[in-house]
């Protein structure tokens, strides 16, 4: 079963510019969450969609947003980038099931913004 | 507020000497805690779900247990292989579907 895929793995955009990060989870996940990881504050969390619907969402300005489709993937953007935006962008998915707990990680994306 | 704090921040290790990696956690009530290791420049991968205290988890050199206001990782006779970064979470009871992690613990395992 193919894992997690996040593209792009790396970005450089400059303060002010948007940006779009995708993430395709395991087939048959229809949860998808998105993390924030930097060095100083460890992952912190984004939002959670389900089946097209944000189902909750985490302590980030509205600059941060997401969305989910019908074949659950999904992505976030990023408006009006800031030089503290540079981090490392982790999707998770998981499932229904016994183990509907389990979150499974992408690759990330390293975002740099100049 | 829910919280996670993992100890200690860094260890290291000689090759085969064990030690415990230590996640206290503060929550209104428990849904599930969760053990990952993250390698650099990777994402987190799952170890271990635990969700009620007294349950234990094993897989090769590690063991995972739980307690009502904490989770120790324990290595056995860890590898360089096992150098990583371990890190812990959890899921509350309450209404929310979010996933709440401490900020690692950074383990360097010397041959």
């Known amino acids: 079963k193919a894992g997690v895929t996040q593209t792009p793995r790396y970005l450089i955009k400059t303060r002010g510019q948007q940006v779009t990060l995708s993430c395709s989870p395991i087939?048959?996940?229809?949860?998808v969450s998105w993390y924030q990881q930097t060095p100083g504050q460890g992952l912190q969390f984004l939002f959670e969609y389900f089946s097209e619907t944000q189902r909750n969402k985490g302590n980030f300005p509205g600059r941060f947003s997401g969305r989910q489709f019908s074949n659950s993937r999904s992505e976030m953007n990023v408006s009006t980038l800031e030089l503290g935006d540079s981090a490392l962008y982790l999707c998770?998915?998981?499932?229904?099931?016994?183990?509907?707990?389990?979150?499974?990680f992408g690759p990330g994306t390293r975002l740099t913004v100049l | 507020e829910d919280q996670v704090t993992q100890s200690p921040e860094a260890l290291r290790l000689q090759e085969g000497e064990s030690s415990s990696l230590n996640c206290s956690y503060t929550v209104s009530g428990l849904r599930g805690l969760f053990w990952y290791r993250q390698d650099p420049g990777k994402g987190p991968e799952f170890l271990f779900t635990?969700?009620?205290a007294g349950e234990e988890k094993e897989k090769e050199r590690l063991k995972a247990t739980l307690t009502k206001k904490e989770s120790f990782l324990h290595i056995t006779a860890p590898k360089p292989e096992d150098s990583a970064t371990y890190l812990c979470a959890v899921r509350p009871l309450s209404g929310t579907y979010k996933y709440i992690f401490g900020t690692g613990t950074r383990l360097k395992v010397l041959a």
């Open positions: 635990l969700y009620s």
């Open positions: 087939s048959g996940h229809r949860s």
């Open positions: 998770a998915s998981s499932s229904r099931g016994q183990s509907y707990n389990e979150q499974f």
